[in-house]
């Protein structure tokens, strides 16, 4: 019997362009080629969720990675070039980040190496905890401007950083192209200098190297693959450093986000009252005959109590007394919205980014530790001086809130009297009763936003002046149209007096002429600034140290999609080597290539390159009555590490065989442990298929460990060692069956495995909390049957 049995199979309506197993959970991610990516379950492959394509996001999904811990998947969006970082439990977009380049393949690793400097590192209490309150959590009432984040907490978005342990998110691209961004988030290195496109990429636990394949073109030839291994030894030597920075600049980098979350919730709290002003107020100014003012209109009605046809017109019929109180409300609403997101967001976000900016800087201080990764201490302090003016901007706000709260309402108050009495109404005496400061009070919003200035008329396009507070959250470069009355401010004319202080480093600049938008964007841009350098300096550090052109690959083989494609990169960290496996249809298409090189590049691996024979895997046994034929010849058509002990393949045997398909599992002690033979010398200069009849060989034979896959053209697998499990595709991209392996050892190993399953007990709870049962939406597919039954027949047609 064989070592693994199936447990779930499936026809999938659309081509399947990527796979991933979770590393910690029985859970498989897919994405197809119109753009969705689906969630599913090892257990009869049912379906938990399924994240649709969105035209904000983007429909063209070229790489998948899961973070190490399984609580995030990474994907990129070739069509608008961005990287998602999408949360597993709830299937929401947690993070999105533009990419400068296109992405063709991306590794998600955690360093496994230890020191005591991380020991203590690790184990420490974050600080800023002790010092710091807990941000609050975002209102849910926004999702017209921000549609990418209509569902996100601030909760999630400060859960973005995980475990302390360092990770690393690597993505490669064409033209060479390779950035690694620490936790997912934080770029700590661009690499350039990487010849040809990436299609898969390791970066080695302890840090010390990346291995990339690439696929370097030229005019007059095939494509070839090659080899790289890049020495990243700067990032291995300063490992405490790198964890430390890299986790200061995630928070400074989540922060930041959260601080244009809470903004854009300003701003939509305010759009749809400027919208009504506008609505009401300036299509009464355009429709007026007379060629007074719209703030004489109101000031006769203030100090006479008469007021024109037309006024009394709109107060009357667009208006209402009805309509004026409910309005008068929701702008009483907003303005206390808006100052509360002030305070309890904005001043928390940006105390915040202030200590952790602060922190960062005396890191900096300490040269001999952190200069060498590019910290710059002057950068830093112009960053920390940005965010200080964006919490004067703030606070700037706050007091011009207060003073239009007090002018709207007086302005509100008086009209709604008014329109009492042109009603003939009876006015309540607690209201008929006005002081000479609200009068003033009344003036004042009459004259700030009903401005004669006909030159703000043609700028803005409007007959109504733009509103106070609504001029700070206007996302342009404009000036602002009302700026605050600086007139009398001893403070102010103190500093301008003193020349010591005017120029000070400690008395950050205000911007009175500035919007909060204007002024986020610039402390964006400093802070940029410094998160920019580091991985400058880092990726300059990088260099070359193994380039080893492999074979050619036919051109005909570009219809296959390019992430299932050999070679297949694994980083053994037990080890401490990166191992690729790939093979040379047009050279060698029975034999199975093994290329080894240790994580520290001037380590030398004995039998760095080895072969597995193919020809005859299968013994000639007796198994359930039936003899198998001893003398099949197998190529592999897809091989990926299943741990550092046994490789997972599909086979094909040959075409007169009838091209029958297995699933097998391939012990790499027994190749690796031969010594028959000379170690293999690689010719400078030649490609190895030019010299692969010296790489030494060793045929294998598998005992009961494959499986023949019947009634089905296997073309491809993706396998999680952790959680024991493999997922088949066939060559149409559709056809999907997975296979729990090792399920001799059950029993066993009955224990650990109940271990294992805590995390995805979990999950199963919280995902059907969330009404996300793979049951209820494998039911809601039975619309989809059809379709099935029609590609199992088709694919019948083609096997046969």
Not at 38 to 46: E, I
Not at 226 to 255: A, N, W
Not at 302 to 331: D, F, R, Y
Not at 432 to 446: C, E, G, P, R, S
């Amino acid at each position: 019997m064989p070592a693994f049995r199936q447990v779930g199979e499936k026809q999938l309506p659309n081509p399947v362009l990527c796979m991933a197993w979770s590393p910690k959970r029985d859970l498989i991610a897919l994405a197809n080629t119109t753009g969705e990516l689906l969630l599913h379950r090892l257990a009869s492959f049912q379906r938990v969720w399924s994240l649709p394509p969105s035209e904000f996001t983007g429909k063209e999904i070229t790489a998948l990675a899961w973070r190490p811990d399984g609580k995030i998947l990474a994907f990129h969006l070739g069509d608008t070039q961005q990287v998602v970082l999408c949360g597993v439990e709830k299937a929401e977009i947690l993070h999105v980040f533009p990419m400068q380049n296109s992405v063709t393949c991306m590794h998600w690793m955690e360093v496994t190496e230890e020191s005591s400097a991380l020991s203590s590192f690790y184990n420490s209490e974050d600080e800023s905890k002790l010092f710091l309150p807990k941000l609050p959590t975002l209102p849910k009432s926004y999702s017209t401007t921000s549609k990418i984040f209509s569902e996100e907490k601030s909760d999630e978005i400060m859960n973005l950083l995980g475990e302390v342990r360092l990770n690393v998110l690597v993505l490669g691209g064409d033209s060479g192209f390779v950035e690694l961004f620490a936790y997912g988030m934080y770029k700590i290195a661009t690499l350039t200098g990487v010849s040809g496109s990436c299609r898969s990429l390791s970066l080695s636990g302890d840090l010390k190297s990346l291995s990339v394949i690439t696929e370097v073109r030229s005019t007059d030839n095939d494509p070839q693959i090659c080899y790289l291994q890049l020495d990243t030894g700067l990032l291995s030597d300063c490992l405490p450093e790198v964890t430390r920075m890299s986790r200061k600049f995630t928070h400074i980098s989540t922060l930041l986000q959260y601080l244009h979350l809470s903004l854009t919730c300003m701003c939509e709290a305010w759009e749809d009252i400027l919208m009504q002003m506008d609505l009401r107020l300036t299509k009464f100014v355009q429709e007026k005959n007379t060629s007074t003012q719209v703030q004489d209109e109101f000031l006769e009605l203030l100090l006479w109590g008469q007021s024109s046809p037309e006024l009394q017109a709109l107060l009357m019929n667009q208006l209402t007394v009805k309509g004026l109180k409910k309005l008068g409300q929701s702008i009483e609403s907003s303005y206390s919205s808006i100052q509360k997101l002030v305070i309890s967001h904005l001043q928390s976000g940006s105390e915040a980014l202030l200590y952790h900016l602060s922190e960062v800087k005396g890191m900096s201080l300490w040269k001999q530790k952190f200069e060498p990764l590019g910290l710059d201490s002057a950068a830093l302090e112009g960053a920390i001086t940005a965010v200080g003016s964006f919490s004067l901007k703030a606070n700037e706000l706050l007091q011009v809130i207060d003073k239009s709260m007090k002018n709207f309402k007086a302005f509100f108050r008086w009209l709604y009297v008014a329109m009492l009495r042109m009603c003939e109404e009876h006015v309540p005496p607690e209201l008929n009763k006005m002081t000479q400061k609200d009068i003033a009070f009344v003036a004042d919003f009459l004259s700030e936003h009903f401005s004669e200035n006909e030159e703000l008329f043609d700028r803005k396009g409007k007959y109504f002046n733009v509103e106070r507070v609504g001029q700070y959250l206007n996302d342009e470069d404009e000036d602002l149209v009302s700026p605050p009355n600086t007139k009398g401010n001893q403070w102010l004319r103190f500093l301008q007096e003193s020349s010591q202080l005017k120029e000070s480093p400690l008395l950050f600049p205000s911007f009175p002429q500035k919007s909060l938008h204007f002024v986020k964007r610039m402390m964006e841009s400093v802070i940029e600034q410094c998160l920019q350098k580091p991985a400058e300096v880092i990726g300059r550090s990088v260099q070359q140290a193994v380039f080893l052109p492999l074979y050619t690959v036919p051109e005909s083989s570009e219809n296959t999609p390019r992430l299932f494609e050999l070679p297949s990169l694994w980083n053994d960290k037990k080890a401490k080597m990166h191992v690729v496996v790939f093979c040379m249809p047009e050279v060698s298409p029975c034999k199975l290539f093994l290329l080894r090189r240790g994580t520290d590049p001037t380590r030398h691996i004995p039998h760095s390159v080895m072969s597995i024979d193919l020809g005859r895997p299968l013994e000639a046994e007796a198994e359930e009555g039936v003899f198998l034929r001893p003398h099949r010849v197998y190529s592999c058509t897809d091989a990926r590490f299943y741990d550092d002990e046994m490789l997972t393949v599909v086979l094909q045997a040959s075409e007169e065989e009838g091209r029958r398909r297995v699933l097998a599992q391939l012990p790499l002690s027994a190749a690796l442990s031969s010594k028959e033979g000379e170690e293999f010398s690689w010719e400078p200069g030649l490609r190895l298929d030019q010299q692969s009849g010296s790489v030494p060989c060793q045929s294998l034979v598998l005992g009961n460990q494959w499986r023949e896959l019947e009634n089905m053209k296997a073309q491809f697998v993706a396998v999680n060692g952790i959680r024991k499990v493999a997922c088949v595709l066939s060559g149409n991209l559709r056809h999907i069956r997975v296979f729990e392996m090792d399920v001799e050892d059950e029993d066993e190993e009955g224990g650990e495995s109940q271990n294992a399953s805590v995390d995805q007990e979990g999950l199963d709870s919280t995902m059907n909390s969330e009404g996300l049962e793979g049951g209820k939406e494998e039911a809601a597919e039975g619309a989809g049957n059809k379709m099935e039954e029609q590609l199992e027949s088709e694919e019948a047609l083609d096997i046969s």
